[in-house]
């Protein structure tokens, strides 16, 4: 790789966006860990199936160069309504997560966001940290144990009883804001019984905005039914005021649209083996964007990885 190839490389390798967010506006995001290196293995998730599930915090990510990174782009005059500690791992696996935060909020006042799938709540250390950021936008999706199981496939040291406990003491600790948004899959957790169970939940957690989503796209596992829009506008109102439906509800077009842009990216490694950066830059998207779309295409079978000198690249597998 030449050198400019590389400067190119760097600039892009922690921040991406910023990104339009139904939830948080224009969010310029932070990713720390690694790609699907999580507690969870989601059978919802956009990203694909977990490769490493842990529970286990690590200094994942320079966090002296992802703030290095961060005043670079300030200095361009960063315009954005959060920056949103999230990406392509769980976040609070970071164990340096507190020092990224106090780091930030020296160098901007632009409010910080964590997206986390809450699991790791329990522990003082994580909450300590989570305390730091201005809004913290958590996970429930089930009301059991079987549900939890089913849905969010935990690491085996992860209970549905020890996430809702930890996202009580967080509230009881934490002076900013909680969006909590619970994911619901048609068929598995959108009875009555499992509603009121969350609702249960979400009465004692007492989070300042619920949120509601479904799958709209990709998921790691094939054939999850989302959740009409009527419904779930339903069920939002079963689970009170504090409630919104932020599932992107997207016309065809735009489907469309994201499918000529996974055919784009097909048509990149089918000519050449290219970098998450080239992707980027060949195509003028964000790396959030390219992953999602990398995804799909492994999930398929098309695409696979192969690492040369400390760079993974993407290849088209026929």
Not at 178 to 186: C, D, N, T
């Amino acid at each position: 790789m030449d050198k400019k190839a590389r400067q190119r490389r760097d600039k892009t390798k922690y921040l991406y966006g910023p990104v339009p967010s139904r939830r948080l506006g224009r969010s310029l995001g932070i990713d720390i860990v690694p790609l699907k290196v999580c507690t969870l293995d989601c059978v919802y998730c956009q990203l694909g199936r977990t490769s490493e599930k842990t529970i286990e915090r690590k200094n994942y990510a320079d966090i002296e160069a992802v703030l290095a990174e961060l005043k670079k782009r300030l200095a361009k005059g960063l315009k954005a309504d959060f920056i949103t500690i999230s990406g392509s791992g769980e976040p609070t696996l970071h164990c340096r997560l507190g020092e990224l935060i106090d780091g930030i909020k020296k160098i901007t006042n632009i409010p910080v966001a964590v997206i986390t799938n809450g699991t790791l709540l329990d522990r003082p250390d994580v909450r300590a940290d989570c305390a730091k950021a201005d809004v913290v936008l958590p996970s429930l999706d089930a009301g059991d144990r079987r549900t939890f199981q089913r849905i969010n496939r935990p690491h085996k040291d992860i209970s549905i009883e020890k996430l809702i406990s930890g996202l009580c003491a967080f509230r009881n600790e934490f002076a900013g804001q909680i969006w909590l948004e619970v994911f619901f899959v048609e068929g598995v957790n959108t009875d009555a019984e499992q509603i009121a169970k969350i609702n249960d939940a979400i009465k004692r957690i007492c989070p300042d905005k619920v949120q509601l989503n479904t799958a709209v796209r990709p998921t790691a596992q094939p054939n999850i039914k989302r959740v009409n829009e009527e419904k779930l506008r339903s069920i939002a109102n079963q689970l009170g005021q504090k409630c919104e439906v932020v599932a992107d509800f997207l016309p065809r077009h735009h489907l469309e649209q994201v499918e000529n842009k996974i055919e784009d990216v097909l048509s990149m490694l089918k000519r050449r083996p290219c970098s998450l950066s080239d992707i980027c830059s060949g195509l003028g998207i964000s790396r959030h964007e390219a992953l999602k779309y990398i995804s799909r295409l492994q999930q398929q079978g098309v695409v696979h990885s192969e690492e040369k000198d400390g760079i993974i690249f993407f290849k088209a597998s026929f």
